[in-house]
């Protein structure tokens, strides 16, 4: 199935447009889980992928009927080496067993054989046949697009032969992001300019629902250029980073939806993962149940933000 179409499936079934990041950092984890991961492996790369694993899955657990899917940093497991890679690859398996839609978040940006590469290593369907093969296997992967066509071609060809996404990035959440995105160029900004890109690019890989499995990268914490983009993607699902930490609101999150509720996921990383550590009535222990409690009260925030708008409520989130 067309990405687009099980992301949306998902949002339907699940009344949902939470995703959770995966951003495990050793200095925040429980302390547990460090203390059991040192026992064998003292203070090694060892230890800290044996723990990422182990609270990945505990978060997967808490949050699998919650959230659509789960967004993990892929920096935070490759500085750990193969250790960290092994752990990144059992933590996208057992999301996948829960039922979660993986999105790696990679924001890879190359060209030529190099991007091809890449997509073939975290969505497939590149390799020939006569040649050794693996590819992590998400759903979706983000995508640095400012290379222009030749580094995001190979990912859209990627997509299309094994039903996956992309999400490229065009306003992202950073504060910096306007030194090279606010730009005008001809009159327009720079983010305006791989809009219109990217909504060019998912042309061909509209599903059954409307929506492109070429999606974009649109922070929360920039709610008018959000809408400017919503008006030039109105096929484009996009990403939605800033919720929560960042300080993006779930009124911050609404310009980025279509009119139908739809045509947007909203990501949040520390405020889900190490909620523990804000909310005083869990403890270490209780750092999962922290963490569902806190994607719970992210998904119903972003719902009743949503029906509040939809024309008093005539329009329904699960239609």
Do not use: C
């Amino acid at each position: 199935m067309n990405f687009a179409d099980r992301l949306i499936a998902a949002t339907k079934i699940k009344k949902s447009h939470v995703v959770v990041g995966l951003d495990p950092r050793w200095s925040a984890l429980p302390p547990q889980l460090k203390t059991t991961a040192t026992v064998h492996n003292e203070l090694g790369p060892q230890a800290a992928a044996l723990a990422f694993y182990q609270f990945g899955r505990a978060i997967i657990d808490a949050v699998h009927d919650v959230a659509v899917a789960i967004k993990p940093q892929l920096a935070f497991y490759e500085q750990y080496g193969p250790w960290g890679m092994h752990a990144l690859v059992q933590t996208v398996e057992y999301a996948r067993q829960q039922g979660l839609l993986v999105i790696a978040d990679a924001k890879r940006g190359d060209i030529g054989s190099t991007a091809v590469a890449y997509a073939q290593a975290y969505i497939g369907g590149l390799a020939a046949t006569d040649e050794p093969a693996w590819s992590l296997q998400a759903d979706a992967v983000t995508v640095n697009a400012y290379l222009g066509s030749d580094g995001v071609n190979p990912f859209v060809q990627a997509g299309a032969a094994t039903g996956s996404g992309i999400f490229a990035l065009v306003k992202t959440s950073n504060q910096s992001s306007g030194e090279l995105q606010d730009q005008l160029i001809e009159g327009e900004p720079v983010y305006a300019k791989m809009a219109r890109m990217v909504n060019a690019w998912g042309k061909d890989l509209v599903g059954n629902e409307g929506y492109s499995s070429v999606g974009a990268v649109v922070g929360a914490t920039y709610p008018e250029e959000a809408a400017q983009l919503r008006q030039l993607m109105p096929q484009a699902i996009f990403l939605v980073p800033g919720y929560g930490a960042q300080g993006g609101s779930a009124q911050d999150v609404l310009p980025a939806f279509n009119p139908d509720g739809l045509g947007a996921v909203v990501s949040s990383s520390r405020g889900i993962i190490f909620a523990y550590q804000q909310d005083p009535q869990y403890g270490a222990e209780e750092y999962a149940d922290a963490a569902r409690a806190a994607a719970i009260r992210m998904r119903d925030d972003i719902n009743h933000a949503l029906a509040t708008r939809l024309d008093h409520g005539d329009v329904h989130l699960d239609q």
